[in-house]
């Protein structure tokens, strides 16, 4: 169920709608081949069309949407090589910012990143694979503000879309969520060392986490995915 926009917020309507939007479909709310209404959704958000249009151009963009003239509007199919390519793109923009992290880092990102470690563990104790992607967005997001980084972590935003609805899948069914800590204990304890080279290996070996879960995730749910354009071949990862 989509959450009503409330009036009283001084964010922007449109970019209010955008993010639940997207939010929905990254977490299958919205299922792949599933028909969009402007209207029915305009009614379920308590808005006007209006910001329910600019946000299906955005998500169109963002290639989660596909706008067909005179057919209607659709979710997209998870294309495997375009999550490919977007964790191409953010290997290459976060390893740089944990380079950069280790040489010149805020006050206490260190102890932010710690605490944040502790509520991934009560998350997966709880077996609430949302509210740990919740976490697991603020950590990559909080070592990037922490090397004065956010616009590159913006450009990363901009490119995962389709990553991250598989990112979601991988939680519960192919992607345990220990794995996924002691992964991110490796990135802080190598940023806390100030040890460049292994926060980077620290950081490759868990984005490439993906390439792992992306054979099963295509075997178990082939109604999800894209099949007509190849996937890249899987990357050595050392």
Same mark, same amino acid.
């Given at each position: ?12 309507? =449109? ?19 599933? =028909?969009?209404? /402007? ?6 958000? @308590? &808005?006007?069309? *209006? ?10 963009? =963002? ?8 057919? @209607?509007?659709?979710?997209? *199919? ?28 805020? %006050? ?10 502790? #509520? ?25 503000? @922490?090397?004065?980084? /956010? ?6 935003? %901009? ?27 490796? &990135?802080?304890? #190598? ?17 490439? /986490? ?20 190849? =996937? ?7």
């Amino acid at each position: 169920m989509l959450k009503r926009i409330e009036a009283d917020s001084s964010e922007p309507v =449109a970019r209010r709608v955008f993010r639940e939007l997207r939010q929905a479909v990254i977490t299958m709310h919205f299922k792949p081949g599933q =028909a969009l209404s /402007e209207q029915e959704i305009a009614g379920q958000l @308590g &808005v006007s069309r *209006q910001p329910v249009r600019e946000a299906f151009i955005k998500l169109g963009e =963002a290639g989660l949407l596909t706008i067909r003239p005179q057919r @209607g509007t659709f979710v997209v *199919q998870i294309s495997t090589k375009q999550v490919c390519d977007a964790r191409f793109v953010r290997e290459a923009v976060e390893l740089a910012i944990v380079r950069r992290a280790c040489q010149e880092l805020r %006050e206490g990102t260190v102890d932010d990143l710690r605490r944040n470690l502790e #509520a991934q563990r009560a998350a997966a104790d709880d077996l609430r694979p949302q509210r740990f992607m919740e976490l697991d967005e603020a950590f990559h997001r909080t070592i990037a503000a @922490g090397a004065d980084c /956010e616009y590159a972590w913006r450009v990363v935003e %901009e490119t995962k879309a389709q990553m991250d609805r598989v990112r979601y899948l991988s939680l519960p069914h192919a992607t345990p969520l220990d794995r996924l800590i002691v992964q991110h204990e490796a &990135v802080v304890d #190598a940023i806390a060392a100030r040890d460049a080279d292994r926060a980077e290996a620290a950081m490759r070996r868990h984005l490439r /986490e993906i390439l792992t879960s992306l054979p099963e995730l295509e075997r178990r749910f082939p109604e999800l995915f894209d099949r007509t354009i190849p =996937a890249p071949q899987p990357e050595r990862t050392g």
